[in-house]
């Protein structure tokens, strides 16, 4: 009998035991099950990307005031001790008196550069122009656009605007693309396609993108190439005038008439696989 006591408290600590792993391993597996569930949507993850890039936003955002506060604690010092030691007025501009001082003794002054370099600005003036983009039409958007572009040709823009100006424009150029392509009766989604966008940036930008694009289906074989003839598709070239070789400027020259003759789509296609 002592025998089988102690075998029956062997068997309830084996059962114990057997019922403890068996709770570890449920719990183990929910915790897995849990963490294969965990998926982002399309718009979690586009909240995600926009979290990040605004975090980094603001650190530099931080880092740029830290530094200009910095900056403007040493020119007003600066400007205290010149004062003092030249005798000027608080009516007198300092920096175009002591400018005007130093250029009088033959010393050349440097143009002054901004501190925030050219990585941080660019990460800036992209930030700036998707936070318009974001929360403006397109109207303002344009707007901003003229404003900075007229500051560029006045040469008055910081590497942070010359960013947002380049992004704004790659906004805007890309609505009027989408513009005139459903004007034609064309699938916008092939401005998505990056075969198609390597092709249409070997054109000059002034060519129309329902050219590029009826090109494109030419050079890709999807549309079927019409037989040369004397009617209406009739080339505007002269047979004698035809070239061996097209330059990109010299294909944007081209009619669609000119590419439905086939000695010249011809030759094109051979010439842009030189490009």
Known sequence: MPDNEQNMEKTDEEVNEVEELEVKDTTNTSKEDNSSEK????????????RVVSKEKARLERKHRKEQESNQNKARQLETVLRAGLGLSNEDDVLSKV????????VNIPETKSNINKKDAEILGKSDAKELIDVADDLEIEARANELAVKQKQGKTSAREDAEFFKL?????SKLDEKELKANGIDTSILKDKEFNDFASKFNRNMKISEIYEMWEKVNGDIPKK???TGSSKSTTPDNQIKEYYTPEE????????????TIFKRVRESMKRW
């Open 99 to 106: 400018t005007e001082f130093y250029k009088e003794q033959g």
């Open 227 to 229: 037989p040369a003839s």
């Open 251 to 262: 294909v944007d020259k081209l009619s669609s008439k000119d590419l439905d003759n086939p």
């Open 39 to 50: 998926t982002f949507t399309q718009k979690e993850l586009q909240e995600e990307v926009s």
């Open 169 to 173: 424009g790659e906004y805007l150029t």
